[in-house]
């Protein structure tokens, strides 16, 4: 009969931490939910993921007995550099994990795990804001973000051939009561969809999914987008690890890393940012 031992079920053990912690990072993150994951293009040995994106045709009516012209598609890449590595790195004294009546490490596990998710979101909503069309909010103080501006986005998108489904709209905290308010806005909890809630999802106006985000620089602005704005690539599943520290300290040390990437694709033309600086 063949025995179980540490050495068989290490591996076992790790992988389900890093389920666990996945998870954790999926279900915590606002932004990472509303934008594209590339992270099964991860070579191994790469520092970079090349995201290739083509032109369009254009059709033509042929009249008779004439000869078309042929037509040619135009390729590019958006390169992801995974150059952001995300760390947290923590003691677990002797004392505090014996008298506590709590599983101290899970406890960390759990807070590392939201901390990155806010680390991965600020990543990205660093990227979202960055954009070539812009409009301005309307008012000219205590900026609220309007009907009129949400439409004036939708109409650019729309004018952009930005595809009508898989577009979302990221506003900040202090926004969400005008929101909430806005005629036409339909809140989460009355509507049924065939997708799951991401995370921070208020509801949908104009064919915008709304999320609500604590990442942004200012209160006074917010972004529309298509879902291909941003990319977002991981090396590897985040990383849990543990070690017993120096004999002096009678601590053992804790630490979770996450190498990725976050890029704007197509130089920002799949997003409107508005602000109240702004021009159209």
Partial sequence: MADTGVTETVATSIDVVAAILQQELIEKAVLLGTITD?????MAGANTVKIPRTGSFSVTNKAENTATTTANLTFATDSIELNIHGHIVAEIEDIAAEQSVLDIEAVYMERMATAMALYVDNQIAGAIVKGTNEIQLSGASNLVL?????????KQLNEADVPQEDRWLAIPAAQEEAMLNLDNFTSADKYGSRDALVNGEIGRVYGFRVVVTNQFASD????????S????????SPKFERQRGALTKLADEVS???LFGVKQLDGGSRAIYADETAVA
């Fill in 38 to 42: 590339y992270s099964s293009f991860v």
């Fill in 146 to 154: 309007t009907l009129s501006n949400i439409t004036d986005a939708r």
């Fill in 220 to 227: 006074s602005e917010f972004t529309a987008y298509h879902k």
């Fill in 229 to 236: 704005h941003v990319a977002f690539a991981r090396q590897v």
């Fill in 256 to 258: 979770l890393s996450l």
